[in-house]
């Protein structure tokens, strides 16, 4: 069992940054696949960014290409993901998945455990 436990959201206006950061019960947590999810409502979840058990590989969804960062240290059993030059349309929870898998996905139903979600709110 991995538990996930995101931090970092809250408000934020247009053109702001946010660091969520999403943290992992388990000291093997090197050898998950992390993505992150986030939901608007009235809206399906979508995929944001992942990153592989050893962060070799990473992946950006077009809407965010070039602004946000994700990253992991593993010693601390974190997943980061810094938020640059936010937008209203960021507006959202934003949730951590894991699985133990090393190869990226998209698709929520292919990740094992995740994180209770974390609101970001961007004003404009």
């Known amino acids: 069992q991995v538990q996930l436990v995101e931090s970092g959201g809250g408000l934020v206006q247009a053109g702001g940054s946010l660091k969520l950061s999403c943290a992992a019960s388990?000291?093997?947590?090197?050898?998950?696949?992390v993505g992150w999810f986030r939901q608007a409502p009235g809206k399906e979840r979508e995929f944001v960014s992942g990153?592989?058990?050893?962060?070799?590989?990473?992946y950006y969804s077009d809407s965010v290409k070039g602004r946000f960062t994700i990253s992991r240290d593993n010693a601390k059993n974190t997943v980061y993901l810094q938020m640059n030059s936010l937008r209203p349309e960021d507006t959202g929870v934003y949730s951590c998945?894991?699985?133990?898998?090393?190869?990226?996905?998209?698709?929520?139903?292919?990740?094992?455990?995740w994180g209770q979600g974390t609101q970001v709110t961007v004003s404009s």
């Open positions: 998945a894991a699985r133990a898998d090393q190869r990226l996905s998209g698709q929520p139903h292919e990740y094992e455990y």
């Open positions: 388990r000291r093997t947590f090197s050898m998950y696949t």
């Open positions: 990153i592989s058990w050893r962060g070799g590989s990473t």
